[in-house]
């Protein structure tokens, strides 16, 4: 978008007054520079290299993949932008989660965005669906990161995103600290597809197409599967994931 020279003087005069600050680094942001996240920043977030796993997207070496080992079937393909935990990757997550700024999605989602996916995923992709929160933890954070990565995710595709699709019937706590196996109980069954009069609406939408799950962060996908499996389970047939980041994986390069 070309920035007229009117609308660069305002920004110009406005950061005199109040000053922008990065929220990763916090290092004074420039005039020209937009957004919320400087882009020295920007370019130094940890890419996630190629040639990786044409399913899973880790960059394994070898013929054999362990992680998509871990994807139920009917998980088609997982894309993420950078590493995690990273300096730079890290405060940007952490920006967007812990001290709303929602603000920084818009950026994120331009990275998730350049993510190269296979032909198939590319023509099937029929809507994005965020990762829901519980209502509880959304009311104390104000807003769902995932949905805003989603928001800013599906117009870059052309695809509508569904935000009352899939919700979190209860809360399920951090799982930081848990182990894959405990992970993945913690989150068995803790999503739904809506009940009442949404419920025809969402799973007639959803039947037989292939949908993709939006996350901040991918580690050992123990959430985003039970999200995946709820879907299969409604009607979906295919479900692929993006994420802002990926935790390394055993066997990554
Ligand atoms: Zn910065
Ligand atoms: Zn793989």
């Known amino acids: 978008m070309k920035v007229s020279a009117a609308t660069r003087y305002a920004r110009a005069t406005l950061d005199l007054l109040l000053p922008r600050v990065c929220v990763a680094c916090e290092r004074q942001m420039d005039s020209h520079e937009d957004g919320l996240v400087c882009s020295l920043c920007w370019s130094r977030l940890a890419l996630i290299p190629s040639p990786h796993c044409d399913r899973c997207g880790h960059p394994t070496e070898g013929h054999t993949c362990r992680f998509c080992a871990t994807l139920p079937p009917f998980v088609r393909c997982a894309r993420s932008a950078c590493w995690v935990p990273h300096v730079v990757g890290s405060a940007i997550v952490h920006a967007l989660k812990?001290?709303?700024?929602?603000?920084?999605?818009?950026?994120?989602?331009?990275?998730?965005a350049r993510s190269h996916w296979p032909p198939d995923v590319l023509a099937e992709r029929a809507a994005v669906i965020p990762v829901p929160l519980s209502s509880a933890r959304e009311r104390e954070r104000g807003f769902n990161q995932a949905r805003s990565l989603a928001e800013s995710l599906a117009p870059a595709w052309r695809i509508p995103v569904w935000t009352d699709a899939l919700v979190r019937t209860r809360s399920t706590g951090t799982q930081t600290r848990l182990t894959p196996g405990e992970r993945s109980a913690n989150v068995r069954d803790a999503f739904e597809v809506p009940d009442g009069s949404s419920l025809r609406c969402a799973r007639m939408r959803m039947r037989g197409r292939h949908i993709v799950l939006v996350d901040d962060v991918l580690t050992t996908g123990a959430t985003l599967n039970a999200c995946a499996a709820t879907l299969f389970a409604a009607g979906a047939r295919t479900i692929s994931y993006a994420t802002f980041g990926r935790a390394r994986a055993s066997g990554d390069r």
């Not at 812990?98 to 998730?112: C, E, F, I, L, P």
């Open 98 to 112: 812990y001290h709303g700024w929602a603000g920084a999605a818009r950026g994120m989602a331009a990275r998730m």
